[in-house]
Nanobody
């Protein structure tokens, strides 16, 4: 099982950028697809982006294409998400999670297992 710790959030002005990080423990990290989700206040958790175990394939929520870029470094057991041109509506807690296959991210976030603490992103207008 992969243990996950998110970091890199913060308070930024609209138009700014952040790079979120997800540190994973476990020797099997490189065999998992990885993804990012977010949950805004009063809203359900939603999928944002995912990357295959090799990093060769990525998948984004339609609304986030172009501003969000997911990447991974299997040698460091890390997953990243670069977020550019941040908007106030991006304010949320951001979480990462693991899955066996990239296609698993088509499922509801409710189908995923345990979650970490997440990292708070707050965008001021």
């Amino acid at each position: 099982q992969v243990q996950l710790v998110e970091s890199g959030g913060g308070l930024v002005q609209a138009g700014g950028s952040l790079r979120l990080s997800c540190a994973a423990s476990g020797r099997t990290f490189s065999s998992y697809a990885m993804g990012w989700f977010r949950q805004a206040p009063g809203k359900e958790r939603e999928f944002v982006a995912a990357i295959s175990w090799s990093g060769g394939s990525t998948y984004y929520a339609d609304s986030e294409k172009g501003r969000f870029t997911i990447s991974r470094d299997n040698a460091k057991n890390m997953v990243y998400m670069q977020v550019n041109n941040l908007k106030p509506e991006d304010t949320a807690v951001y979480y990462c999670n693991a899955a066996r296959h990239l296609s698993d991210y088509l499922r509801s976030p409710l189908d995923f297992g345990s979650w970490g603490q997440g990292t708070q992103v707050t965008v001021s207008s």
